[in-house]
């Protein structure tokens, strides 16, 4: 068994990122397609890189025929992702407040990582920001100097 590194990729973005150890190179990127066939890649905007770092090789794929892993747009209106599904520290726990959340790299809007449900948002591809229920509580947090 060989560890790669494969990203699945939208146009010229990297929408996800990971190590996958398989067989072989074809096997690892239909792991991260959610074991839908894959080939190699003809010039599709969907695709996954697949890199041996070991043998120092690049290889391409792109999905065999549609798609067929659930589309989370369609799951979810913006404003509701459902109730929060809350993930585990693992580590010591932070004392900055501020260190629970990121920047999305595609919409700009801030994310608690507590929040899987939020997480799963904002890893789709050409997703829209979600917009906050009227009852949320909005935390701000002290500018860094």
Known sequence: MT?????EIYSNTVVSSGTVVESDPMQAAGAAA???R???????DHWFRVVDEEKAT???YSLVGPDERPDLLEWS???DVG???HGKVHGPELTNEGDHFYNCPACGQPVDQRDLGQVFWHEVPGHEPLEPKPEAKVIQFPKRK
């Open 83 to 85: 109730p929060p599904i």
């Open 77 to 79: 209106e913006h404003s």
């Open 38 to 44: 894959v080939s190699p890649r003809a010039l599709q």
């Open 58 to 60: 690049v290889y391409e």
């Open 34 to 36: 959610g074991q839908q």
């Open 3 to 7: 560890k790669y590194q494969v990203e």
